[in-house]
């Protein structure tokens, strides 16, 4: 049985303070709910007050990226020991808006998870098709694609500590979201070829969440999915009341 797994993903949003004050009620919200593993990625300047704030708590930090390097002449970016040193255990890595925005590539998705692990932080790993590629019958294509080079060289036993969120790009920041059906296909084949290339114990303990406009009231129908294994939120996990509604509802319909 997989644990469900709810992550809230700010993007560039929220100052230290704000984190500070969502982390806090949230963390009582949430204080009584075993089942299912809940990740929140502030932005980096407020990394380290988050995880003060969730010390001794069952909420996790995430990081909303990572450079593969441990250190060096790289202006601007941030390596997994600063990011473990600042208190976090996870890593999302190749969210769309990095690949679309900033150039990010499965290559470099491909060394930014080698990086977490050498870390011991948990890569959160982001896939998923435009609505171009979508509309031209290519969804499995792309998936298998960044599958494939993205997790190049990841051992079975890495893939089934890790977590894939597919994240349809149409789907993201939209208000449109996959129908519980779509997401159902998209998991099955996605879970069918991490089967086929990870073998079957790195295929059953994978997590496979969904990311894509998921609000309070769409959590329980594609949840429910049997190869639906939680979610990556956006804009719905700013508002605490609206991430505490979700990652309740995600825990009743997915375990
Ligand atoms: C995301 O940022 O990964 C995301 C899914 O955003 P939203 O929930 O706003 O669509």
Redesign the pocket.
């Known amino acids: 049985m997989r644990t469900p797994f709810i992550a809230a993903?700010w993007?560039m949003h929220k100052t230290v303070a704000e984190t500070v004050t969502f982390v806090t009620e949230f963390r009582g919200l949430v204080k009584d709910i075993k089942d299912v593993e809940i990740v929140v990625a502030p932005p980096f300047t407020a990394l380290h007050a988050a995880a003060e704030a969730a010390r001794n708590s069952n909420v996790g930090i995430a990081a909303q990226n990572l450079y593969w390097e441990r250190q060096g002449a790289f202006t601007g970016e941030i390596s997994a020991p600063m990011i473990r040193e600042a208190g976090a255990a996870y890593g999302i890595i190749g969210?769309s808006e990095r690949r679309t925005l900033f150039g990010e590539t499965d290559a470099s998705v491909n060394r930014r998870i080698a990086a977490a692990f050498a870390e011991r932080l948990t890569p959160i790993v982001?896939i998923g098709e435009t609505l171009d590629q979508r509309e031209r019958n290519e969804t499995f294509a792309v998936l298998d694609r960044q599958i494939k080079q993205g997790f190049d060289g990841v051992t079975a036993d890495e893939m089934a500590k890790l977590v894939i969120a597919y994240?349809p790009v149409w789907?993201?920041?939209?208000g449109r979201n996959a129908t519980p059906a779509q997401a159902s296909e998209a998991h099955g084949h996605i879970r069918a070829r991490l089967l086929q290339w990870f073998g079957g114990e790195a295929a059953g303990r994978c997590r496979i969440i969904y990311?894509?406009?998921?609000k309070p009231d769409n959590t329980a129908a594609l949840l429910s999915q049997p190869d639906v294994d939680g979610a990556?939120?956006?804009?719905?996990s700013m508002d605490v009341r609206d991430f505490f509604a979700i990652v309740s509802r995600g825990r009743r319909e997915a375990v």
Do not use: P
Request: charged fraction near 10%; proline fraction near 0%; aromatic fraction near 0%.
């Open positions: 993903n993007k969210h982001c994240e789907a993201i920041g939209t990311g894509g406009s998921v990556l939120v956006g804009g719905a």
